[in-house]
């Protein structure tokens, strides 16, 4: 598929943009009149604010100043191609206009074939569809894609025929066979569907959301509303979020998710774009859900999804307008509105994200999903009081906790530590240890915290070589697995193991202030105060700084600082 081929090429096209600097009438390339008023700054001047934009999670403004430099640049080949694929993301309404100028891209093809979609074409989408080759992941989203347009024909026969090879395939049955289930299910066929949905049950390799949410629905509608519900339950130990959902998918499980052809060209998409995600190719997966929400325009998982991945690359604004819109009767409707109250405080609305969790708390008495998320924002505001008083309430709610509560009890943890509560933070490590006996970052943290108070130093080398096995390039983890090697006396064990932890977080300045440590004391010091300086020169807490010069100032031994 093409895309966009980055920075090198951005130059050249810039470049090529230079000459192009005066507007007329004659260069307005049919666009629309209302992109061409106002002072002129040049297609070169468009073309930067539109790429600046892009880079800034500012979608429409990036496909406005795009179209603009396109309109002063008719027929650029490349200017045409960014600017279809900034209206793409941006679902502007000129990309269905610039996708019919490029014949070659493969996304322009889809786009189009969305269209049809949206017009009930399904024979023109049909052969859009058919002309896509079937190489790299095309090997299935294109014969899923080409058996809900013939579904959409009213042919279901031959649209399960189109998926029959890729359910014998072992790599694509389960995706595959959910999607025949949809067919078969819609069709009226129930028995071909309860068996299809059968396999893409058995071949789950994890909970899935999407996937739980439309088996759940067949169990439902087949008269087992129990099964349908412990479905549902799976999902919360990997995603405790969705329990201040779970009532509302509970009541919704006999509704069918999909309803028509166009929501089933809108899951192909989605599916593909999760795969993409966990790829990380993040940029591709924004296009590929924007043409999920083309076909089915209130699809709020996928907004969910396309906001998560905004969020992730900290282009938080986008990943909050995406979110608009989704009614509230939408059974995910909690677990948005958690979303846009986090979104909110990281863009500096903190009293909108509190008033939205108020009134969260206040609509889901039993849920301790709006206390938690309160209390991880006033933790990262070092609010610590005022967030272990949130944490308190969420535990209250929660009463019997389960795996999936580890995180609450965790987070309470740390800011107990923060408060000077040892006792109380160590119980709320353990007790999340209970919890869940393997998680990393409980393990990590309580082995640190035990090496720092030098206690119980083998049962926390332990505990942080069994988080080290399990996150091996996190690099807090080897500082951990460092430092308590240091504070066993395995000094020489020590400096491969931190030199690995600052190659993983080089800016991190306790890391390299452990390194520097480890350097005097096997005798370079030379190397030792480098790492000092550096660590410095990271922005270190305040009490770490006075640390740090005492360090730098010691010309004989190991500084006391170093043994804190």
Known sequence: MQFLRGTHRAILLALSLLPGCAESDAATGGASPALTRGPSVGSFGYYLTGRFALSNGDEETGARDLLRALALNPGQPELTEEAF??????????????????????????????????????????????ALPRQGMMQWLQPLLLAWARQGDGRTAEALATIKPLIESPRFRATAALHAAMIADMAGLTGDAGRFYQIARDGMQEPNARTARILSSWAARSGHPEEAQRILNGLVIA??????????????????????????????????????????????????????????????SARLAASEIHAFQRRFPAALHVLDNIPASDPISPIIRLRRAALADRLGRGDEAVRELEALRQEFPRSPQPEILLGDLLRVKQRFPEAIAAYDRAIERIGRPGAADWGVFYNRGVALEQTRDWPRAEADFSHALELAPEQPLVLNYLGYAWTERGKNLDQAREMIVRAAATRPDDGAIADSLGWVLFRQGKVAEAVPVLERAVELEPEDPTINSHLGDVYWAVGRALEARFQWRRALNLNPPAEEIARLEAKLQSNTGLPPSAER
């Open 239 to 300: 995603a405790p979020d969705i329990a201040i959902a779970l009532p509302g998918l509970i009541a919704a499980a006999d509704r069918r998710p999909v309803v028509s052809a166009a929501d089933g060209v809108a899951e192909v998409y989605f599916t593909f774009a999760s795969a993409l995600r966990m790829r990380e190719a993040a940029d591709f997966a924004k296009i590929i859900l924007r043409l999920s929400l083309d076909s089915r325009s209130d699809f709020a």
């Open 85 to 130: 694929l900034a209206c793409v993301v941006a679902g502007h309404p000129d990309a269905v206009r610039l996708a019919r100028l490029l014949p070659d891209n493969q996304i322009a093809q889809l786009v189009l074939a969305s269209d049809d979609v949206k017009s009930g074409n399904w024979r023109a989408a049909e052969r859009r569809f058919l």
